[in-house]
């Protein structure tokens, strides 16, 4: 079956560079989620669209901004890179709201030098 | 503010032993609790219950909701290696919302 795609897989950025990472979901699932892994901690919930449109807002940087298009893949773009934003970013897709399972991509590791 | 707290925060077992992990919460507009099991990569989908007192079962694994106490407990029985992993308890509070606990770093030794 075919699972969540994300890509790049690793990503190595210098600071104050810009990112852009992809998450297709599921098809048919219209619902895609947003998380960030720092090293050893717990995934954050950063964003999520529904429909093409935002329907949640987490710990998202203003640096970070993220959009849904006509065929509900996702891309996340991270400008003005930081550190700290050296992380696991993974994207989940579901159909509807929160009644319903997520899928988890692999993750894209982020790292910046 | 919305929390989810899971202990204990570190276990470590031999294999065949029986353990329960524990997640309590304290959120505005419960829609429903979710576990997942996290190992090298991204967490795996394990159960989501949305209904009190109604054990959801897979092989070794269960896990049951209390609406009324607040918590939801993952048991595994019988454990493997295999089951060493971090097991994570989500919360959703409302339409696309989650929020996370702190995560149980279950070791299995052999």
């Known amino acids: 079956a075919a699972g969540v795609i994300q890509s790049p897989r690793h990503l190595i950025k210098e600071k104050r560079e810009t990112a852009t990472l992809k998450c297709y979901p599921i098809p048919r699932h219209d619902t895609v989620y947003w998380y960030q892994q720092g090293p050893g901690q717990d995934p954050q919930f950063l964003i999520s669209f529904y429909e093409k449109m935002q329907s949640d807002k987490g710990s998202i940087p203003d640096r970070f901004s993220a959009q849904q298009f006509s065929d509900y893949h996702s891309e996340l773009n991270m400008s003005s890179l930081e550190l700290g934003d050296s992380a696991l970013y993974f994207c989940a897709s579901s159909i509807g709201g929160s009644y319903n399972e997520q899928f988890f991509g692999p993750g894209t590791r982020l790292t910046v030098l | ?110």
Not at chain 2, 15 to 44: H, I, M
Not at chain 2, 79 to 85: I, P
Not at chain 2, 102 to 107: E, M, S, V
Request: charged letters at 20%; hydrophobic letters at 35%; aromatic letters at 10%.
């Open chain 2, 1 to 110: 503010e919305d929390k989810v707290v899971q202990s204990p925060l570190s276990l470590v077992v031999h294999e065949g032993d029986t353990v329960t992990l524990n997640c309590s919460y304290e959120v505005t507009n419960f829609r429903s609790l979710l576990w997942y099991k996290q190992e090298k990569k991204a967490p795996t989908f394990l159960f989501m219950l949305t209904s009190s007192g109604i054990e959801k079962k897979s092989g070794r694994l269960s896990s049951i909701l209390d609406k009324k106490e607040l918590f939801s407990i993952l048991n595994i029985t019988a454990t493997q290696t295999g089951d060493s992993a971090i097991y994570l308890c989500v919360v959703s509070t409302g339409t696309y919302k989650y929020i996370f606990g702190t995560g149980t770093r279950l070791k299995v030794l052999a």
